[in-house]
């Protein structure tokens, strides 16, 4: 699977856009980009995925450059809430296993 | 549903003695993980299991480790003897036959002095 590269801390005022970046660079044309959020001292959690297309749910929205060589992920209004490790994997969508870098560690100010 | 759920949520043991964590994995769900998270070595992933057979074991540290599935609700992870370095937060989740959105549970805080 390939890796991912992403920023080890940002910062974000609470109501603003948070944009997080991934690079992915040698993402394979089959592989999906999943994005997953780790609150302090809790499991991970599922926020989206995509392929090609960008992706919207209620959560955030998923923007995937046309050479698919980085992605970035859109929380559209920030609360305190979203503060959180910020997880870029890249996978088949074939069940099986994901491989966890470092992550972004995401902290919304008041 | 209820999600994934594990138990016991905290663990405090001694070093030697077995340490069983429990996993029941989301209905209808063929894929089950065991992860481990340090503060040194992130999320690791240990073993994962589909339709209750272990398909790559190839993170489980060592031979004190073992994992079962023996039905499509439950798995155990063991650590026997326990050392202090396996303290860690451990966690385990379930996913649909195909795909990778995986549904974490609370987790295992461990211990072991």
């Known amino acids: 699977d390939a890796k991912t590269t992403q920023p080890t801390s940002m910062d974000c005022a609470e109501g603003r856009a948070a944009n997080l970046p991934c690079n992915h660079s040698t993402i394979s044309g089959n592989e999906y980009v999943y994005w997953y959020r780790q609150i302090h001292s809790q499991g991970p959690q599922y926020i989206i995925h995509g392929l090609k297309n960008n992706e919207t749910n209620e959560m955030a929205s998923l923007i995937i450059t046309e050479d698919r060589k980085s992605s970035t992920l859109i929380l559209p209004h920030a609360t305190l809430r979203d503060t959180a490790v910020y997880y870029c994997i890249v996978g088949h969508n074939q069940g099986g296993k994901l491989i966890f870098g470092q992550g972004t560690e995401l902290s919304v100010k008041p | 549903d209820a999600g994934v759920i594990q138990s016991p949520r905290h663990e405090v043991t001694e070093m030697g003695q077995e340490v069983t964590l429990r996993c029941k994995p989301i209905?209808?769900?063929?894929?089950l993980f065991w992860y481990r998270q340090t503060m040194m070595r992130g999320l690791e992933l240990l073993i994962y299991f589909n339709n209750n057979v272990p398909i790559d074991d190839s993170g489980m540290p060592e031979d004190r480790f073992s994992a079962k599935m023996p039905n499509a609700s439950f798995s155990t992870l063991k650590i026997q003897p326990s050392e202090p370095r396996d303290s860690a937060v451990y966690f385990c989740?379930?996913?649909?036959?195909?795909?990778?959105?995986?549904?974490f549970g609370p987790g295992t805080r461990l211990l072991v002095l």
């Open positions: 209905s209808g769900h063929d894929y």
């Open positions: 989740a379930s996913s649909l036959p195909v795909s990778e959105t995986q549904y």
